[in-house]
């Protein structure tokens, strides 16, 4: 198959999964935030779930070694822990804090097509293409 | 607004989630990360193809859930706390070269220690910043 139906079956499932476990409300976020008012843990079911199916899923594939057209295994992303992944992962939260909404659901909520999801993702950019900018990455 | 605790949803949805990052690996060897999909999208990587039908298959799956379930969105939040949130997500997932879904999951999966770490940044810095808000400045969201 072609590289972009491998992508589309791949967000299909992505999408499909943070609108059923409820990780698109925000407010269900926030909430798994907080964890001082009405604390909802089912963000870290969410993990959870995914990190069952994705542990093995990784181990096994990684001992193939090779994707499903043959092709070696790309080399993995960075292992370097630097003062920029700090920065970014805290900037990171403190934002997911404020509207909480983080990348993927921001996305999906533009199925919604509501006012905020257009204007989170717009300013989303914004800031992405700042940090490029400023950061040069 | 208060919000139920829905673990079996939560789960599927999780497993699902799993599954998606699984065969994106199996069958292009790429990691389901969604701040990095976006940003090579907008930055015009080479190789886009994958990662824009990536993109749209989230958001119209996510639809097809919304128009079933009739979830609703959200409405009303506070416009500035809306943009000084994007700018943040946006500037640190860049900055931290991953998201919840890249480092939260993909990471994690990859027993990644760079990853890890970065999780748990972002977990305190999400959870101090709900504890000002709601709990020390009060009435925000």
Known sequence: MRPIVH??????????????????????????????????????????GALAVALPGFAWVRRRGRTLSGDPMPTPPSTTIDRRLLLGSALFGIGWGIAGYCPGPALANLAHGTQEAVVFVVALLAGSQLARLVART | MPTQFTPVSALIGGALIGLAATWLLLSLGRIAGISGILNSTVDGD????????????????????????????????????LIA?????????????????????????????????????????????????????????
Do not use: E
């Open chain 2, 85 to 141: 949130g994007g700018l943040l997500v946006g500037f640190g997932t860049r900055l931290g070269n991953g998201c919840t879904s890249g480092h939260g999951i993909c990471g994690l999966a990859r027993l990644s220690k760079r990853s890890l770490l970065a999780v748990l940044v972002f977990m305190a810095a999400g959870f101090s910043t709900v504890y000002v808000l709601r709990h020390v400045i009060g009435g925000v969201a």
């Open chain 1, 7 to 48: 992508g589309a079956i791949a967000g299909a499932l992505f999408g499909l999964g943070l609108a059923v476990s409820g990780m698109t409300d925000p407010d269900k976020v926030l909430n798994f935030l907080d964890l001082a008012g009405h604390w909802d843990p089912s963000l870290a079911l969410v993990m959870g």
């Open chain 2, 46 to 81: 080479a190789g886009r193809g994958w990662r824009v039908a990536f993109l749209v298959g989230l958001v119209i799956a996510a639809g097809a859930w919304f128009a079933w379930s009739g979830a609703p969105g959200r409405h009303g939040f506070p416009l500035p706390w």
